[in-house]
C-alpha cells in the first residue's frame, strides 16, 4: 500500500482552482501588461533621462506614444481589477440587512452596474465610429484614437459581462467568486 494513499488531503488542496477563464484571463493580463508596462518605462527612461536631459534632443512624439500606452494599460486593467475583485466596493447598508435581502440587493447593484457598463461601451464604440470624422488624434504624431475608443469599448463590455456573471453566480449561490491571485487570506 502506498503511503500517500492514507494521507489526508490539505484544505488547499482540496479546494478547487481557478478556471480555465481565469487561467487564460491572468496570463492574458499578465503579459499585455508587463509589456505594456515595460515598454513605457524604457520609452520615458529614454526619453526623458537620454534624450531630453543628457542630448537636448527629446523625440518627438513620444508623449503621444505614452499617453496612448496609459490608455491601453488602464483599459486592460478594468475587466481584470472587475475579474480579482479590485474595484471598491461599499457594503455599509448590506451588512445591516438580513441575508436574503442583501443578496439581492447585491445581484440587483450589479445588474444595473453591468447594464450602465453596456450603455458605456455602446457610447465609446458611436464616439470610436466618430473620431476619424471629427479628427480626434493626439497632437504630435496624428495617431488617431478611434482604436482606443473600440479597445475601451470592448474592454467595458468585458466588465459588463463579469458583472452580469456575478450578479447570477450572487442569485445562484449566494456568494459571487472573484479570481484569486494566488494570496492566501
Same mark, same amino acid.
Given at each position: ?17 481557478? @478556471? ?12 499585455? @501588461?508587463?509589456?505594456?508596462?515595460? /515598454? ?12 531630453? #536631459? ?6 518627438? !512624439? ?22 480579482? !475583485? ?9 451588512? /445591516? ?5 442583501? &443578496? ?9 452596474? @453591468? ?7 455602446? +457610447? ?10 471629427? !479628427? ?26 463579469? +458583472?452580469?456573471?456575478?450578479?447570477? &453566480?450572487?442569485? &445562484? #449561490? @449566494? ?11
Amino acid at each position: 500500500m502506498n503511503v500517500s494513499e492514507n494521507k489526508p488531503q490539505s484544505a488547499a488542496s482540496k479546494a478547487a482552482g481557478p @478556471g480555465r477563464f481565469d487561467k487564460w484571463f491572468a496570463n492574458i493580463a499578465l503579459a499585455t @501588461g508587463c509589456t505594456i508596462l515595460v /515598454l513605457m518605462t524604457l520609452l520615458c527612461v529614454f526619453n526623458v533621462l537620454i534624450m531630453r #536631459k543628457l542630448l537636448n534632443a527629446p523625440i518627438t !512624439g513620444a508623449e503621444d506614444v505614452l499617453i496612448l500606452c496609459l490608455v491601453g494599460f488602464v483599459a486592460l486593467s478594468i475587466p481584470f481589477g472587475a475579474r480579482t !475583485g479590485a474595484h471598491i466596493e461599499i457594503e455599509v447598508v448590506s451588512e /445591516l440587512l438580513p441575508c436574503a435581502m442583501a &443578496r439581492w440587493m447585491q445581484a440587483f447593484a450589479r445588474l444595473a452596474g @453591468g447594464a450602465f457598463l453596456v450603455l458605456m461601451a455602446w +457610447q465609446l464604440g458611436m464616439a470610436g465610429t466618430q473620431a476619424a470624422r471629427f !479628427g480626434e488624434v493626439t497632437q504630435q504624431l496624428a495617431i488617431s484614437y478611434e482604436p482606443f475608443y473600440y479597445l475601451l469599448s470592448v474592454c467595458f463590455m468585458l466588465f459588463a459581462a463579469i +458583472q452580469f456573471f456575478d450578479a447570477c &453566480r450572487i442569485i &445562484r #449561490k @449566494g456568494r459571487s467568486a472573484p479570481m484569486s491571485l494566488g494570496g492566501g487570506e
